[in-house]
T-cell receptor
């Protein structure tokens, strides 16, 4: 119930491609869904986040799509660049007042020049 | 702006030795504070969180402990390290408002030999 299942585990795309990372959950109490980007040896950085009352959110080349009925959300990276090569984590918060985020296991993205 | 510091950045310790990792946050007050561990190639495991001075919640029973002696200071400790304590330790803070976005520090790489 508390899990967030993230796929794929790893992803290789050509420069300019559109990698898509998917996450699925079961807990309908989740009400906030952030994505984090982590470079090797660094802490994760908050990239973009969405609430379940919104179906899509864009920030620059990053887009979150959210399907509440399917309990799925995904991250799209438009015009991907080698500098986007990193590990991406989705997460979910279990309701108002919760202090905890449940993280997916991460997707290692490699963008080939 | 808010800044989160962790030290040391890297640590190599023998099995059975004590541990003290420190995290401080600047530019905010009354933050929620978190300790995570990230094993190699794995996701993020929440170890402890704190919503105020002296208030610690433990998520995973183990030989680690946490303390919050000051509002913006969070310390992770162990009396005797195990080999399995090796990993990347991340401190995070959140502002404590409704969505509680979490922001991570640079991390400490701990190797127990």
């Amino acid at each position: 119930q508390q899990q967030v299942k993230q796929s794929p585990q790893s992803l290789i795309v050509q420069k300019g491609g559109i990698p898509i990372i998917n996450c699925a959950y079961e807990n309908t109490a989740f009400d906030y869904f952030p994505w984090y980007q982590q470079f090797p040896g660094k802490g994760p950085a908050l990239l973009i986040a969405i609430r379940p009352d919104v179906s899509e959110k864009k920030e620059g080349r990053f887009t979150i799509s959210f399907n509440k009925s399917a309990k799925q959300f995904s991250l799209h990276i438009m015009d991907s660049q080698p500098g986007d090569s990193a590990t991406y984590f989705c997460a979910a918060r279990s309701g108002a007042g919760s202090y905890q985020l449940t993280f997916g296991k991460g997707t290692k993205l490699s963008v080939i020049p | 702006s808010q800044t989160i510091h962790q030290w040391p950045a890297t640590l190599v310790q023998p099995v059975g030795s004590p541990l003290s990792l420190e995290c401080t946050v600047e530019g905010t007050s009354n933050p929620n504070l978190y300790w995570y561990r990230q094993a190699a190639g794995r996701g993020l495991q929440l170890l402890f969180y704190s919503v105020g001075i002296g208030q610690i919640s433990s998520e995973v029973p183990q030989n680690l402990s946490a303390s919050r002696p000051q509002d913006r200071q969070f310390i992770l400790s162990s009396k005797k390290l195990l080999l399995s304590d090796s990993g990347f330790y991340l401190c995070a803070w959140s502002p404590g408002h409704y969505y509680n976005e979490q922001f991570f520090g640079p991390g400490t790489r701990l190797t127990v030999l």
